[in-house]
């Protein structure tokens, strides 16, 4: 199969990538490189056998309309995001030339080219505003009432998604991720807490918890975020489905599991004034995905965050 994976070299579409290639798929990777690395895509660059074309493209630009169209890919994975939710409130039309213009650029290009599917990196984080927390675990019949530029512009994407469909017959299933960790993940990213844990932890420095610590979230592994999208290129389609656990994990939680498996039970962390804006609870509902793609998520989350101190411990 022929595909097409914008912001390949980031930290999900780079992981995806390396399932694709080990799949035996050809793959092209656009990415602007703004916030991915090269340094992601080594190993599977380095593979004389794998059938991987790397584009430094800006999803912005007009040329990957032309470049998607000249690929002809069979399935387009769109991951490609301004992906910070605070760069989206204070530059919210950046947040949209990137999340909604540059979306409709590899939504033209797909078309162009003769795709079959697009499968989209959506927020379930986001999109579902901030929901009473007798509604959690979140299921996708919860109305997305968005309250940030960049949940706005993931919803957006996704009516676009459903307008394609109708006019062009380009199909589409939207994915709509929980708080997604793993190697490669980027410590200055928007959801980077068990990176940054991981690499406090691991230098011997305090790890700094933003208020009561007691904050929950939806912690999902990238490989299982991977798995997801892999089946989201022939199941699925037409639909939104959220992909995480259904588990909320308070921020102390998630620090006393890698506190233990670093060897610094004992370190406690320090605590800073809450930051402004911050959901109080989030879990997503996995049922939709589970129906329609066959997906439910198997990483533990000790087992997740072992395997993220083992990474950084090998590149420290």
């Not at 694709?20 to 004389?48: C, F, I, M, P, Q």
């Not at 406690?268 to 809450?274: F, G, L, Y």
Request: overall charge negative; some cysteine.
């Amino acid at each position: 199969m022929k595909t097409l994976v914008t912001g390949g070299a980031g930290f999900i579409g780079s992981t995806l990538v390396d399932r694709l290639l080990a799949e035996g798929h050809a793959v092209d990777v656009v990415d602007d490189l703004s916030t991915g690395s090269l340094a992601n895509l080594a190993d599977a660059r380095a593979d004389r056998d794998h059938d991987l074309r790397v584009h430094q493209l800006d999803i912005r630009s007009p040329e990957v309309v032309e470049l998607i169209a000249r690929r002809q890919p069979e399935v387009v994975f769109h991951l490609a995001a301004q992906a910070d939710v605070r760069v989206s409130v204070a530059r919210p039309a950046f947040d949209a030339e990137v999340n909604v213009v540059g979306s409709l650029n590899v939504l033209e290009g797909a078309r162009a080219g003769g795709a079959r599917k697009v499968v989209f990196a959506s927020s379930g984080g986001t999109i579902y505003g901030d929901p009473d927390p007798d509604d959690l675990p979140v299921t996708e019949a919860h109305p997305q009432q968005p309250l940030s530029p960049y949940g706005v512009a993931k919803k957006a994407v996704g009516d676009y998604l459903v307008a394609y469909r109708s006019l062009h017959d380009l199909e589409f299933t939207a994915l709509a991720l929980a708080n997604v960790y793993g190697p490669r993940q980027d410590p200055h990213g928007e959801a980077g807490v068990v990176a940054i844990f991981a690499g406090r932890l691991l230098a011997g420095e305090t790890c700094t918890v933003f208020g009561d610590g007691l904050q929950t979230r939806d912690f999902v592994y990238v490989d299982d975020v991977v798995d997801a999208f892999v089946r989201a290129a022939v199941r699925g389609s037409g639909v939104l489905c959220n992909i995480g656990t259904g588990v909320e994990t308070s921020v102390l939680r998630l620090y006393e599991v890698m506190a233990a498996a670093a060897d610094r039970a004992g370190a406690a962390p320090v605590h800073a004034p809450a930051r402004a804006g911050e959901l109080a609870r989030s879990s997503l509902d996995p049922a939709r995905a589970r129906i329609h793609l066959g997906w439910t998520p198997w990483t533990k989350l000790e087992d997740g965050t072992a395997e993220v101190l083992r990474w950084f411990a090998a590149r420290a």
